[in-house]
């Protein structure tokens, strides 16, 4: 089938075509690759999109049906590779849905892949375990849209969360188990790593942006 999270990634990867085409005075292929990466952003809103439900579908089969496992990389495909702007409501109702129904029996905390998951699956309380990437999208959006500091308090929550559960050496983990936090999976997992600094640089930019437009208040 074709999945939200992979359509999100072609959108934005005719988008960087287009500015490349731009850069090198390639206006055709700028305007080709523009108009590509709105029909594939139209499709995934008119195809992916469900409405009544306020989440994105994880994928439209090739029979046409939908496969409509709430998976988190569809709503984060469709924030980190801007197919809707930070601050659409529809991006706001499809992560509240998606994070309340893969958080759910999570007694260590942290977020699930997608619904049922069965790799390295320990207890059916939870829709699988929790995952340090997909956490560290969540608190990659709440960082995006964060507009005071007090807003970012959520974010430093997930980090708390994610130092108490790393190892003395600092690694981390791909997973964790949802009852106790123990450590599941390979370790260290560089994807976790990655998806951390990642984070933290969102973090630390938008926390300076909020005390810029503070301080400008300030003095006003």
């Known amino acids: 089938g074709t999945s939200t999270f992979t359509s999100a990634s072609v959108f934005a990867a005719l988008g960087a075509a ?3 085409s731009k850069i090198l005075g390639k206006a055709e292929h700028e305007t080709t690759y523009r108009t590509a990466a709105e029909e594939v952003r139209g499709a995934i809103l008119s195809q992916l999109w469900d409405e009544k439900t306020g989440v994105f ?6 029979s046409g049906e939908h496969d409509r496992t ?7 495909g ?10 659409d409501s529809k991006l706001a109702r499809a992560f509240e849905k998606s994070v309340a129904a ?3 029996g999570m007694v ?6 997608f619904e049922d998951d069965d790799y390295y699956r320990i207890t059916d309380t939870a829709p699988g375990n929790p995952w340090i990437v997909t956490t560290l999208w969540y ?4 960082t995006a849209i964060a507009k005071t500091d007090h807003d970012l308090d959520r974010v430093r929550d997930i ?9 003395h050496s600092g690694a981390l983990s791909e997973q964790l188990d949802p009852r106790t936090g123990e450590q599941v999976g390979a370790t260290p997992l560089s994807w976790s790593h990655a998806a951390f600094v990642l984070t933290v640089l969102a973090y630390l930019g938008k926390a300076q942006q909020l005390n810029s437009v503070q301080s400008r208040h300030g003095n006003a």
């Open 18 to 20: 287009a500015d490349l």
């Open 57 to 62: 579908a994880n994928m439209q089969l090739v």
């Open 70 to 76: 709430i998976d988190i990389s569809s709503v984060y």
């Open 78 to 87: 469709a924030f980190s590779f801007g197919v809707l702007a930070v601050d």
């Open 102 to 104: 893969l958080s759910r």
């Open 108 to 113: 260590s905390g942290g977020i699930a892949r």
């Open 139 to 142: 608190a990659e959006y709440l």
């Open 159 to 167: 980090f708390a969360w994610l130092e108490k559960h790393a190892q």
